[in-house]
């Protein structure tokens, strides 16, 4: 059974940094890219950016890039996000999802990772 | 990138079929037949519903049918059912920028 499994929600103050996690299981991790959607509260989905484990190969959304840092694992099946800075409107809800090489179908989810910033 | 343009709320009484259109370019939605339709139950992840513009994953209701004409591609819930209450994004391959995925703006169903 496929499984993406997310750390657990988060609290922090403004300018902290934070790195959240999603564990990938019963799948060959390489040969899925993994990407990063946000949910602000009340919103709709946004993607922030992608990652091909396998070589590393990672495309930002414009919108994010410089402001996150995607980075995997593959010795653990770990993908990983990561803030050097957090800001107040960082506040939402981050999953994390996987689409075969090849396909365009983000086909399993994880379970979400509320992160709340607020000083 | 803009995102796709999906109407805010659509609803329907029980057993009505309503169609939710996601509305983008030639650069999406009209030049690759890669959309995906996600369901997202209230405090819940998303879940594909449709891929490939009209394609069903195993297990997914056959109420569910996805089509595209140009640069539109709709989502038909038919037999619409209390359950069917959640809120439904496209989603598709983009050559205009990267990540190149794009969400739409998301659609409410609401069961009257």
């Known amino acids: 059974e496929v499984q993406l499994v997310q750390s657990g929600a988060e609290v922090k103050k403004p300018g902290e940094s934070l790195k959240i996690s999603c564990k990938g299981s019963?799948?060959?991790?390489?040969?899925?890219?993994i990407g990063w959607v946000r949910q602000m509260p009340g919103e709709g989905l946004e993607w922030m950016g992608i990652m091909f484990p396998a070589q590393s190969h990672t495309r930002y959304s414009p919108s994010f890039q410089g402001q996150v840092t995607i980075s995997a694992d593959k010795s653990i099946n770990t993908a990983y996000l990561q803030w050097g800075s957090l800001k107040a409107s960082d506040t939402a809800i981050y999953y994390c999802?996987?689409?075969?090489?090849?396909?365009?179908?983000?086909?399993?989810w994880g379970q979400g990772t509320l992160v709340t910033v607020s000083s | 990138q803009s995102a796709l343009t999906q109407p805010a709320s659509v609803s329907g009484s029980p057993g009505q079929s309503i169609t939710i259109s996601c509305t983008g370019t030639s650069s999406d939605v009209g030049g690759h037949n890669s959309v995906s339709w996600y369901q997202q139950l209230p405090g819940k992840a998303p879940k594909v519903i449709i891929y490939d513009v009209s394609n069903r994953p195993s297990g997914v209701s056959n109420r569910f049918s996805g089509s595209k004409s140009g640069n539109t591609a709709s989502l038909t819930i038919s037999g619409l059912q209390a359950e069917d209450e959640a809120d439904y994004y496209c989603?598709?391959?983009?050559?205009?920028?990267?990540?190149?995925?794009?969400f739409g703006t998301g659609t409410k169903v609401t069961v009257l």
């Open positions: 019963g799948y060959d991790f390489t040969t899925y890219w």
């Open positions: 989603n598709s391959y983009t050559t205009n920028n990267k990540p190149n995925y794009v």
């Open positions: 999802a996987i689409a075969r090489d090849g396909t365009y179908v983000w086909d399993y």
